[in-house]
T-cell receptor, first 112, second 113 residues
Framework: NAGVTQTPKFRILKIGQSMTLQCTQD?????MYWYRQDPGMGLKLIYYSVGAGITDKGEVPNGYNVSRSTTEDFPLRLELAAPSQTSVYFC???????????FGAGTRLSVL | GENVEQHPSTLSVQEGDSAVIKCTYS??????FPWYKQELGKRPQLIIDIRSNVGEKKDQRIAVTLNKTAKHFSLHITETQPEDSAVYFC????????????FGKGTHLIIQP
């Protein structure tokens, strides 16, 4: 049981490049989330999903897109990377009826 | 939306003393309040949580109190140890958790030997 797995762990992008941050969970959780954490700050919600085929915007969705084609996977897409997207990205999940969120190890992204 | 304020931003205490971190939230519909510990370069780790139908919860040296009327909750760590040094985040969740957590900005807890 791996929990929540994020890839890659680190990535450096040039301005304008695109990439997909991968997140997969093997706990059959229907709720999944993407957060970003800027240096010295708390986590902010980017997008969330309450089940396959259903996604919605969080507090800071601009510049990102998501999809949820399966229960297990919730990829985050950056189409035109900007320096303001330099951050650590955490994926999390929980099962409906339970509040405890399980976090992945994070992806550290730098846009230069 | 929900807003969570956390204080202080930095807290330095002597080893063995107690530490208290305070948070306030804005949305009275919030019903779940977790506390996370984050070490440098690591993921947030849940250390204790409380639901809105409970006023206090304790787990060994860690306790959390909730005042729903004041929309205020606090983390108490007693007999602090060097390994308690980390950044601590409070958070609030509402609407059954579908919308995720709203986090405070964090408290850097420093345990002085």
């Amino acid at each position: 049981n791996a929990g929540v797995t994020q890839t890659p762990k680190f990535r450096i992008l040039k301005i304008g490049q695109s990439m997909t941050l991968q997140c997969t969970q093997d706990m059959n959780h229907n709720y999944m989330y993407w957060y970003r954490q800027d240096p010295g700050m708390g986590l902010k919600l980017i997008y969330y999903s309450v089940g396959a085929g259903i996604t919605d915007k969080g507090e800071v969705p601009n510049g990102y897109n998501v999809s949820r084609s399966t229960t297990e996977d919730f990829p985050l897409r950056l189409e035109l990377a900007a320096p303001s997207q330099t951050s650590v990205y955490f994926c999390a999940s929980h099962v409906g009826g339970e509040n405890i969120q399980y976090f992945g190890a994070g992806t550290r992204l730098s846009v230069l | 939306g929900e807003n969570v304020e956390q204080h202080p931003s930095t807290l330095s205490v002597q080893e063995g003393d107690s530490a208290v971190i305070k948070c306030t939230y804005s949305d009275s519909a919030s019903n779940y309040f977790p506390w996370y510990k984050q070490e440098l370069g690591k993921r947030p780790q849940l250390i204790i949580d409380i639901r809105s139908n409970v006023g206090e919860k304790k787990d060994q040296r860690i306790a959390v109190t909730l005042n729903k009327t004041a929309k205020h909750f606090s983390l108490h760590i007693t007999e602090t140890q060097p390994e308690d040094s980390a950044v601590y985040f409070c958070a609030a969740m509402f609407r059954g958790g579908a919308d995720g957590l709203t986090f405070g900005k964090g408290t850097h807890l420093i345990i002085q030997p």
